[in-house]
């Protein structure tokens, strides 16, 4: 009956702490996607030389890293 009469009392505690939590998921979410980039990059420097293969292979490669 309190909670009915009063909805403001756990409805704005709770909002708040979903708040948190969708911001704690997308934190590691972000922070997950950024070390796969990083690794992606990493495989990158290490597998295709710049100085080494032609721009036209270059410029492919670079297409499919951005559709991955």
């Given amino acids: 009956m309190l909670l009915n009469s009063h909805p403001h009392i756990m409805t704005i505690p709770y ?3 979903h708040i ?3 911001y704690f998921i997308e934190l ?3 922070n ?4 796969i980039h990083q ?5 990158y420097r290490n597998f ?3 100085h080494t ?3 036209i292979q270059m410029d ?9």
């Fill in 53 to 55: 293969t032609p721009y």
């Fill in 28 to 30: 590691i979410v972000v």
């Fill in 39 to 43: 690794i992606k990059m990493i495989r």
């Fill in 48 to 50: 295709i030389h710049p």
């Fill in 60 to 68: 492919q490669i670079r297409k499919l890293f951005k559709e991955t």
């Fill in 15 to 17: 909002t708040a702490f």
């Fill in 32 to 35: 997950t996607h950024i070390q």
């Fill in 20 to 22: 948190l939590w969708f």
